[in-house]
C-alpha cells in the first residue's frame, strides 16, 4: 500500500514536472483584390477631322477656323486623358500605401 501511495506522489509530481506543450502558431494570408475604378479605364476617344468635302468647299478663313477647332478638341482630348493618367498613378499610390504599410 505504502508502495503504491509513493508511485502516486512520483507520478503526480513527474506530470507537474514536465513541460507545457509547445503553441500552436496559426498564420493567416489574405489576399486583396482592389480594381482600378471604371471611370478611369474609358478610352480616350480623339475627335474626327473635319469632312473632306466640306473643307474643301470652304474657303480659307473657314479652313483656318475648321483646324484651329480641331486642335483644340484634340488638346482638350490629350488633356483629359493626362488628367485621368495622373488620377491613376494618385490611386495606385494610395492603394500602395494602404496595403503595404509596415507592420502588417
Known amino acids: 500500500?505504502?508502495?503504491?501511495?509513493?508511485l502516486s506522489v512520483l507520478w503526480i509530481l513527474c506530470?507537474?514536472?514536465?513541460?507545457?506543450?509547445d503553441?500552436?502558431?496559426?498564420?493567416?494570408a489574405y489576399t486583396h483584390v482592389v480594381n482600378v475604378p471604371s471611370v478611369m479605364l474609358t478610352k480616350c476617344v480623339a475627335a474626327s477631322p473635319p469632312a473632306i468635302d466640306e473643307?474643301?468647299?470652304?474657303?480659307?478663313?473657314?479652313q483656318e477656323s475648321m483646324l484651329t477647332s480641331y486642335i483644340a478638341t484634340l488638346l482638350?482630348?490629350?488633356?483629359?486623358?493626362?488628367?485621368?493618367?495622373?488620377?491613376i498613378t494618385t490611386w495606385q499610390s494610395n492603394q500602395n500605401k494602404l496595403f503595404n504599410e509596415p507592420g502588417d
Open 76 to 87: 482638350t482630348t490629350l488633356g483629359d486623358c493626362n488628367s485621368k493618367l495622373d488620377a
Open 1 to 6: 500500500m505504502k508502495s503504491i501511495l509513493v
Open 15 to 21: 506530470g507537474c514536472a514536465t513541460s507545457p506543450p
Open 55 to 62: 473643307y474643301i468647299k470652304s474657303d480659307a478663313t473657314k
Open 23 to 28: 503553441p500552436i502558431v496559426v498564420t493567416r
